[in-house]
């Protein structure tokens, strides 16, 4: 069975505070691990798809990072509107067609002016 | 851009109602999934659907069916709505990428209550 936890549950900053949020996983044969962003009452967006240990992803102040067992979403210089639940899933190769993802719990993060 | 949108932002139902939730998609995707999220819970796969008139049972199918009669609409059916149902329920679709990933593009939710 698929596992994934995130750690902290939730976490409070200082606006430029650099943090990592951590995603560790269990899942037989990765076919992906994904990052989302989820606001309040809103659906999660997509932020990061990584594939293989060692490969990494940039979008303005996050960046996401990947080993065999867990993944860091590293936060740079955060400002209050980064403020959201962060989500990380994988999925795993089932022998082609879809598949769902396995969602982590999510790591609420607030960002303080 | 993707976009995926839901019938109902809110809905309220009473407890042995008949329920419709649907989903459409304008991106030609072929794979679309409901999850529900509870607190504490996270998001749970419900169903899913790899082509028109194809259906998988997620990690919860219990008390759901699904319909997908058209490429673009997915909808959620819950035949008999009980209050342990109450939650925001989450449609999402993909396609393969490159690299055969399938990252799933959410829409804004409906959140269900049940009384």
């Known amino acids: 069975e698929d596992q994934v936890t995130q750690s902290p549950e939730a976490l409070r900053l200082q606006e430029g505070e650099s943090s990592s949020l951590n995603c560790s996983y269990t899942?037989?044969?990765?076919?992906?691990l994904f990052w989302y962003r989820q606001d309040p009452g809103k659906g999660p967006e997509f932020l990061f798809t990584?594939?293989?240990a060692g490969e990494e992803k940039e979008k303005e102040r996050l960046k996401a990072t990947l080993t065999k067992k867990e993944s860091f979403l590293h936060i740079t210089a955060p400002k209050p509107e980064d403020s959201a639940t962060y989500l990380c899933a994988v999925q795993a190769y089932r022998g082609g067609g879809a598949d769902g993802l396995t969602f982590g719990k999510g790591t609420h993060l607030i960002i303080q002016p | 851009d993707v976009k995926v949108t839901q019938s109902s932002r809110y809905l309220v139902k009473r407890t042995g109602e008949k329920v419709f939730l649907e989903c459409v998609q304008d991106m030609d995707h072929e794979n679309m999934f409901w999850y529900r999220q509870d607190p504490g819970l996270g998001l749970r796969l419900i169903y899913f659907?790899?082509?028109?008139?194809?259906?998988e049972k997620g990690d919860i199918p219990e008390g759901y069916s699904v319909s997908r009669e058209k490429k673009e609409r997915f909808s959620l059916i819950l035949e008999s709505a009980s209050t342990n149902q109450t939650s925001m329920y989450l449609c999402a679709s993909s396609s393969p990428g490159d690299r055969g990933s399938h990252e799933q593009y959410f829409g804004p939710g409906t959140r269900l209550t049940v009384t």
């Open positions: 990584l594939y293989s």
């Open positions: 899942v037989s044969g990765l076919r992906g």
């Open positions: 659907s790899y082509d028109v008139k194809m259906k």
